[in-house]
């Protein structure tokens, strides 16, 4: 699939099969994020996988629309660092998120991205 199809193709899917992803598939998913453009090529990203059903069951409660995490197979936390690009840190994890999102698409997955979140609920995945 070219680049323009997985941009008609994409959509906020928020019902999944329970079949993990294949290890191939994400390691592609990842790689589109690392080559994604970033202000002075800084790269101010972390991006945390995701797989343990308990932890993911925590972070869809960290947000009014994430309920629908507790389900996915696999979620992808996109991590800013501020002090690395205090100006363009979120752009720039934005910019990879969407390279995910439609290199997902192409690989046939669904996707869904989840602005509505607390921070310290995330941030408490870490601890467990």
Known sequence: MDVSEAVRQRHSTRTYAST???DEKLDRIL???RLAP???SIQPWHFIVV???EKREVLAKSGRYARF???SPTTIVGCGDQRASPNWYAVDVAIAMQNMVLTATAEG???CWVGSFSEEKVESVKST
């Open 38 to 40: 970033s202000a002075g």
């Open 20 to 22: 993990p992803i294949p």
């Open 51 to 53: 797989k343990d059903r």
């Open 109 to 111: 997955l669904g996707t």
């Open 69 to 71: 995490l507790a389900e």
């Open 31 to 33: 790689e589109a994020a």
